[in-house]
């Protein structure tokens, strides 16, 4: 008897690569212990929340003995922190964006998936340039869309504008964007996405509908060289940023994210509207209470991005002294390297061998490339150094 539909059966057979990774990093750790494994196959920061967090969850605990302290709120979140969090994004977007053009939501992914079930259409489209997270596919397919990738430049992973072109169709109703990328680092230019913006305003006008270009910002903190990362609401009419505190704050397992919509939205109420239903009806009611009044008191905090650059410089020398290309990455916290060999399956395989977690490219949608996630400790990347040497020595 069945006991799984058919596609959820196909998602687990396309996810097997990202399972047997999680698998065999359990099963070299037991073998070796947990010191011995050099694990770069997850984007879990391992940095300490800021004291902030601390000095905040102390006040929370003080009131919690008064009546509705972590109680229900409206569905969009805290009406307090919706205009604390507008006045914030205004200030990054260069947007005058009021609170009532903001939803507090479970993550980003549970953003994602809240915009999507409020927007598409079954057979509706959503373009998205690759490499790209790969759940943007599950997210599109659980509201009836399709994900359809869109080759970005090789190897420096820049926007390829003419394939995106070429790519809209009269069911396009959406475009996402990562930036800074995940899992490239890649940060998208201004004249790339003031192009894009022309893009996508004369499919508009082609198709006759509303396509909106969605920004999924949750390593927005992490630009390490300083460049400009524009924002989504200023440069777009139709803009939309999805974003969360898992990173910034190393809150990842408190589930907190936001959706802004532009100012410029015409009848953005009844998008709104919409936005709020589909985060009742989707099961995640709310964004955690506690995670709500800690950002409250947390706006402007963030870890210590001097350390993530720290990391980012050790990897780069050692994948440099493993003969290993690859384009720097500008922010978040992965380097997307090219595999010294074409099929990175045996590149994964030979890193495993030598004790080594990483993550294949076509489980991004781009083949001949590796995902090595460097939110880790220094002395992991720098132990590591010998093994990834070893891994690739084996293939040449």
Same mark, same amino acid.
């Given at each position: 008897m069945q006991l799984i539909s058919d596609e959820i059966k196909g998602y687990l057979s396309?996810?097997?690569?990202?399972? @047997?990774?999680?698998?065999? =990093?359990?099963?070299?750790?037991?073998?070796?212990?947990?010191?011995?494994?050099?694990d770069f196959s997850l984007g879990n920061p391992d940095l300490?929340?800021?004291?902030?967090?601390?000095?905040?969850?102390?006040?929370?605990?003080?009131?919690?003995?008064?009546?509705?302290?972590?109680?229900?709120?409206?569905?969009? =979140?805290?009406?307090?922190?919706?205009?604390k969090l507008a006045a914030h994004l205004s200030r990054e977007q260069n947007v005058d964006l009021p609170g009532s053009n903001v939803?507090?939501?479970?993550?980003?992914?549970? =953003?994602?998936?809240?915009?999507?079930?409020?927007?598409?259409?079954?057979?509706?489209?959503?373009?998205?340039?690759?490499?790209?997270?790969?759940?943007?596919g599950f997210y599109a397919a659980n509201s009836g869309g399709r994900?359809?990738?869109?080759?970005? @430049? /090789?190897?420096?992973f820049e926007l390829d504008l003419d394939r995106i072109e070429k790519s809209f169709t009269p069911n396009t109703r959406a475009i996402i964007i990562n930036t800074p990328n995940n899992p490239t680092g890649?940060?998208?230019?201004?004249?790339?996405?003031?192009?894009?913006?022309?893009?996508?305003?004369?499919?508009?006008? @082609?198709? =006759?509908?509303?396509?909106?270009?969605?920004?999924?910002?949750?390593?927005?903190?992490?630009?390490?060289?300083?460049?400009?990362?524009?924002?989504?609401?200023?440069?777009?009419?139709?803009g939309v940023v999805i974003g969360s505190y898992s990173k910034n704050l190393s809150l990842a397992g408190e589930r907190l994210g936001y959706i802004a919509v532009s100012p410029g939205i015409e009848n953005a109420g009844e998008l709104m509207a919409g936005l709020i239903l589909c985060n009742r009806i989707l099961g995640f009611v709310n964004a955690p209470a506690i995670a709500q009044q800690i950002l409250m008191e947390c706006m402007?905090?963030?870890?210590?991005?001097?350390?993530?650059?720290?990391?980012?410089?050790?990897?780069?020398?050692?994948?440099? /002294?493993?003969?290993?290309?690859?384009?720097?990455?500008?922010?978040?916290?992965?380097?997307?390297p090219k595999s010294p060999v074409a099929d990175e399956a045996a590149f994964i395989q030979a890193l495993v061998e030598e004790r080594v977690l990483a993550v294949p490219g076509r489980g991004f949608g781009c083949p001949g490339y590796a995902r090595f996630a460097f939110c880790v400790d220094t002395k992991v990347i720098e132990g590591a150094r010998q093994s990834i040497k070893n891994a690739v020595k084996k293939l040449k």
């Open positions: 396309n996810a097997s690569w990202i399972r @047997k990774m999680f698998e065999a =990093g359990i099963e070299l750790k037991k073998q070796y212990g947990e010191k011995n494994v050099y300490p929340p800021p004291p902030e967090v601390k000095t905040a969850l102390s006040k929370i605990t003080r009131r919690a003995n008064k009546p509705f302290s972590i109680g229900y709120m409206p569905n969009a =979140g805290y009406p307090e922190l919706r205009e939803i507090m939501t479970c993550g980003a992914a549970g =953003g994602i998936n809240v915009f999507f079930r409020a927007v598409l259409t079954q057979g509706d489209e959503v373009l998205c340039p690759a490499p790209y997270f790969v759940e943007y994900l359809v990738p869109v080759p970005s @430049k /090789d190897f420096t890649q940060i998208y230019s201004r004249e790339e996405l003031s192009r894009l913006a022309e893009i996508v305003a004369a499919a508009e006008k @082609k198709f =006759g509908r509303v396509i909106y270009v969605v920004s999924d910002e949750p390593y927005r903190f992490l630009n390490f060289d300083g460049v400009e990362l524009p924002g989504a609401l200023e440069i777009f009419p139709h402007d905090a963030q870890v210590d991005l001097e350390i993530y650059r720290e990391r980012r410089a050790a990897m780069a020398d050692v994948l440099t /002294d493993a003969g290993i290309e690859f384009t720097m990455p500008r922010g978040a916290f992965y380097f997307f």
